[in-house]
């Protein structure tokens, strides 16, 4: 994706003008040495319009000269003044259909509410895609991103005319003007989660860029929590704030003010259920500019005066540099549905994309469908389904599992051999051409035993995409979002009282137990048994409801299948065995 850069950035263009004015300058004052100075005239009265224009409260004055990102217009001639154009006080206007309810204020004519009627917030109200303390900090969603800062305050501050206010089913156009500056922004109503924006703004009649914005953030974080996804001629990314990993270290990725270069089919931010997408008309003339604003915010939202934490919001600008955008704006839930059924132009691709199942979405995707479907046809709770599903996948794996356990069984089974073999080479280095004599004795011995040295390994490889697809489908799984379950009241967040993650420790450490260490140093199989099960306790401790049903229920199935293993007739065979060695230590 290459970076977008406005004109005057380029050094060489800067200098050209510098030439051309000093060349008008020295010309000017040529002229004026060699002409004769003109009469004075007496002084004009300036219209009565254009006085008021200037005079009436309120009204900013003059834009000033463009900042150095702003794009130069040259117009061909002087524009004239258009006539002022601003309302006397703030008014309100609703647009609204079945999914949802946008109240707009002609205060910048910006988006001040954005409820989604048929979703509800963690205190059981309906949930407004706005997050009111950011957009105060940061900007309302649908204001205008201008690389001139002074323009882009006057534009987003003033007080537009309003076509209509109150309750409207049809389009509503916002107009505003000082004289020099003028904005247009149209919002027409559509199907589904979408709103139909088109901004304009002009200065002396002239286009400037100014880009419909996201900038706040989205109604339902409370967190550092955001992405910027878009699709950009069929591929499509995401990207969150900080790249990189715990291992690799983190690298910022998303700086304020950036702007990268289309096509962009979509793009917009995103959380982890909800997302806010602009789809332009052109998308090949569309500019992206990401938006990364620390703020502070209060650790408890119910005590705002207490400590606070520093977080990134992550925020989009996308529109059309030439100063005309009309687009259609997605804010809603990134259902599997919702996000298929919604084009982002007329056979144009769809939103399905804004889900992010990882690498192995390819089988995430099979699993949240056939987990939707066994909810919506069958067990009718979210929290049973998930575990019907791990019981039938726990199974489908089983012969994998067997197969691991049982090479583990054998490897255990053939310890002594195995370390008689490597006390008689242990006085040879690693370089020795005798070593490979002991790796031939290794290879008899398990091809005598019926060992394959990898057995334990590779199938529990094999099962690996499944589970990481298991876990990637229920972390974008929406409709687990405030679903019940026993003591659980909402399977999107961790389980209130810990139980689970208990559970699963209780449960690890007598499988971790139960499961043979073939020729493992007895302190390190007993730091491994205790280990174990605290850090997936720990990690299952924060992690979403929905997500330790999966882990308690997968861990007890896998604990059942090793006592069975433990008790078939290699099982005991080794077991007796362990037993046998164990004495003569004694």
Request: glycine share 8%.
């Amino acid at each position: 994706m290459t970076e977008y850069h406005n004109p005057q950035n380029d050094s060489g263009s800067e200098k050209r003008l510098l030439l051309v004015f000093l060349f008008v300058f020295v010309m000017i004052a040529v002229v004026q040495f060699l002409l004769p100075k003109p009469q004075p005239q007496p002084e004009k009265q300036k219209p009565g319009g254009q006085q008021q224009a200037q005079t009436t409260p309120g009204t900013p004055g003059p834009v000033p000269a463009a900042s150095p990102k702003a794009p130069i217009r040259r117009p061909a001639a002087v524009a004239a003044s258009v006539p002022a154009k601003h309302a006397e006080g703030e008014t309100e206007t609703i647009l609204e259909n079945d999914n949802y309810r946008v109240v707009l204020t002609n205060r910048g004519a910006v988006v001040k509410s954005w409820v989604l009627k048929h979703l509800n917030d963690n205190n059981g109200k309906p949930l407004d895609l706005v997050n009111s303390k950011l957009a105060e900090a940061l900007g309302y969603p649908l204001s205008l991103f201008a690389y001139d800062k002074d323009l882009e305050g006057k534009i987003n501050q003033g007080l537009y005319v309003a076509s209509a206010t109150g309750a409207q089913q049809g389009p509503v156009t916002f107009e505003y003007s000082d004289g020099q500056v003028s904005v247009r922004k149209t919002f027409r109503p559509d199907k589904g989660f979408v709103l139909g924006i088109e901004t304009e703004v002009t200065n002396q009649g002239q286009r400037v860029t100014a880009l419909p914005q996201w900038p706040g953030g989205l109604g339902d974080q409370i967190t550092a929590m955001g992405k910027i996804d878009w699709q950009s001629n069929g591929k499509i990314e995401h990207k969150a704030a900080v790249s990189g990993s715990f291992f690799t270290g983190g690298k910022k990725w998303i700086s304020n003010g950036d702007t990268l270069s289309g096509p962009f089919e979509w793009a917009g931010t995103a959380d982890q259920y909800f997302a806010a997408v602009f789809m332009p008309e052109s998308a090949k003339d569309t500019v992206l500019v990401t938006l990364n604003s620390p703020v502070e915010v209060p650790r408890d939202p119910n005590k705002p005066e207490d400590a606070k934490d520093k977080i990134s919001v992550i925020g989009v600008a996308v529109g059309n540099t030439n100063g005309l955008t009309r687009a259609r704006v997605f804010a809603g839930p990134k259902t599997v549905e919702v996000l298929e059924n919604t084009l982002a132009q007329p056979g144009g691709p769809d939103l399905r994309g804004l889900t992010d199942f990882g690498t192995f979405g390819f089988i995430a995707r099979p699993l949240f469908l056939w987990l939707k479907w066994t909810h919506e046809h069958w067990i009718h709770n979210w929290g049973w389904a998930i575990a019907f599903l791990t019981l039938v996948i726990t199974m489908a794996l089983l012969p994998l599992r067997i197969t691991s356990m049982k090479s583990s069984l054998k490897m255990q089974k053939i310890q002594p051999q195995m370390k008689a073999l490597q006390e008689k080479y242990k006085r040879y280095g690693l370089t020795d051409p005798r070593r490979a004599e002991m790796q031939k004795e290794m290879s008899e011995l398990y091809k005598r035993e019926g060992v394959n040295p990898i057995g334990g390994c590779f199938p529990m490889l094999l099962q690996m995409p499944f589970l990481f697809a298991f876990y990637s489908m229920l972390a974008n799984a929406i409709e687990l979002r405030q679903a019940n379950w026993l003591w659980i009241k909402d399977l999107s967040a961790p389980d209130p009282y810990h139980i689970l993650p208990i559970i699963i420790i209780v449960l690890m450490f007598f499988s971790q137990k139960s499961m043979p260490q073939a020729g493992m140093d007895p302190t390190q199989q007993k730091m491994l048994t205790f280990m174990g099960p605290v850090m997936f306790g720990v990690l299952s401790w924060s992690v979403a409801a929905g997500l330790s049903v999966y882990w308690m229920i997968s861990t007890l199935l896998g604990y059942v299948q090793q006592v069975m293993i433990n008790r078939s007739a290699l099982g005991q065979q080794v077991r007796k065995t362990l037993e046998r060695r164990t004495t003569r230590k004694r």
